[in-house]
């Protein structure tokens, strides 16, 4: 009798479904469907735009886990555009950037508070011109299912604020008080490894 009951139970979780796990998604910057875009208030005027045309990372996802969500990118500092080859120039030199000592901008995840749909924030470590501190980003999941090519994509959309400052990025006099917070957002597709 205790034989047939353990071989019922083995037989049980052999055949019952296996537990979703977490899919990782490549952020797909080959096809060009993720994007890195900044924005500064310059003088109180106006509002400057640019954004970072290099970068790679990756993403993991489960609806049934959604806390457990995780993401890490790289960016090229290098690689910043703000449509104005003198201003990328001085972005990229040791007054905002420092590219040739500091070539990457990183983020890494340490929390996820996201519901099933996806939606809600994503807490982790920003290191930018050697300083590394935490930012929170507010997270939307734009959409996912079957690419036409029998792939499996996902998306989302996310924001966040910073204050240059706090990256010992001091630039008040170029840009003014206002134009110290750095609005930053991110907006990836990831395709399914």
Same mark, same amino acid.
């Given at each position: 009798m205790k034989?047939?009951?353990?071989?019922s139970?083995?037989?049980?979780?052999?055949?019952?479904?296996a537990a979703?796990?977490?899919?990782?998604?490549d952020?797909?910057?080959e096809?060009?469907h993720?994007?890195?875009d900044?924005?500064?208030?310059?003088l109180g005027?106006a509002?400057?735009?640019?954004r970072?045309?290099?970068? *790679?990372?990756h993403?993991?996802?489960d609806? @049934? /886990? $959604?806390e457990?969500a995780?993401?890490?990118?790289?960016?090229? =500092?290098e690689s910043?555009d703000?449509?104005?080859?003198e201003r990328d120039r001085?972005?990229?030199?040791?007054?905002?950037?420092?590219v040739?000592?500091y070539?990457e901008?990183r983020f890494?995840?340490?929390?996820?508070?996201?519901?099933?749909?996806g939606?809600?924030?994503?807490?982790?470590?920003l290191?930018?011109?050697?300083?590394?501190r935490e930012?929170t980003? *507010?997270v939307?999941?734009i959409?996912?299912? @079957? /690419? $036409?090519?029998?792939?499996i994509r996902?998306?989302?959309?996310a =924001?966040?604020k910073?204050?240059?400052?706090?990256?010992?990025?001091d630039?008040?006099g170029?840009?003014?008080?206002?134009?110290?917070?750095v609005?930053?957002?991110i907006?990836?597709?990831?395709?399914?490894?």
């Amino acid at each position: 009798m205790k034989i047939n009951k353990l071989t019922s139970l083995l037989a049980a979780l052999l055949l019952a479904p296996a537990a979703a796990t977490a899919a990782t998604y490549d952020i797909d910057t080959e096809g060009q469907h993720a994007f890195i875009d900044f924005k500064v208030n310059h003088l109180g005027f106006a509002w400057l735009h640019g954004r970072f045309n290099d970068f *790679d990372g990756h993403f993991s996802f489960d609806p @049934e /886990d $959604p806390e457990a969500a995780s993401t890490e990118i790289t960016i090229q =500092t290098e690689s910043v555009d703000s449509n104005h080859a003198e201003r990328d120039r001085h972005l990229r030199s040791d007054d905002f950037l420092h590219v040739d000592e500091y070539p990457e901008a990183r983020f890494v995840s340490t929390e996820s508070k996201l519901d099933s749909d996806g939606n809600g924030t994503v807490t982790g470590e920003l290191t930018l011109h050697g300083t590394t501190r935490e930012v929170t980003l *507010d997270v939307e999941h734009i959409g996912a299912g @079957e /690419d $036409p090519w029998g792939g499996i994509r996902r998306g989302f959309y996310a =924001t966040t604020k910073f204050d240059m400052r706090d990256f010992g990025i001091d630039e008040e006099g170029n840009l003014g008080d206002a134009g110290q917070d750095v609005k930053l957002s991110i907006s990836v597709e990831g395709i399914q490894r």
